[in-house]
């Protein structure tokens, strides 16, 4: 994938207002691509430099572009790794509510995963709002 093949693809990026009334924006998948500006215009303007400088860096040093959130796909299959004690704990969890350890596991993930997710985000109190998708 070439610089511009890059920056059409569908990266996740999220735009917070400052208390000085600027704009800052971030890409979730790509590590250290921020950018700010006075207004919308000037905000989308600098992070599409901002991903296009990251993307340069990146290629020139050999490394692999990550693929935006929404064209990754997941097999469902996750090998975990935790502390012994913990393993024990959840295990016996498991045992007490009667269900399998792989069960429970994916109720306390599930439960954990559906309480962040309710949390209000920063857009339902109008400092934070998505960029459309360039392209």
Do not use: C
């Amino acid at each position: 994938m070439n610089v511009e093949e890059s920056l059409r693809a569908p990266y996740h990026r999220q735009w917070f207002q400052n208390e000085d009334g600027t704009w800052s924006a971030e890409v979730a998948e790509l590590d250290g691509v921020f950018a700010s500006g006075n207004t919308h215009e000037e905000l989308a303007a600098n992070l599409d430099e901002a991903m296009a400088l990251w993307f340069e860096v990146e290629l020139e040093e050999g490394r692999e572009i990550p693929l935006p959130w929404g064209s990754r796909s997941y097999s469902g299959t996750l090998n975990l790794r935790l502390p012994k004690s913990l393993h024990e704990q959840a295990a016996r969890r498991a045992k007490i509510e009667g269900v399998s350890l792989n069960q429970y596991l994916v109720s306390a993930i599930s439960s954990h995963v559906g309480r962040v997710d309710a949390r209000p985000s920063s857009a339902e109190h109008g400092a934070s709002e998505e960029l459309a998708e360039a392209g």
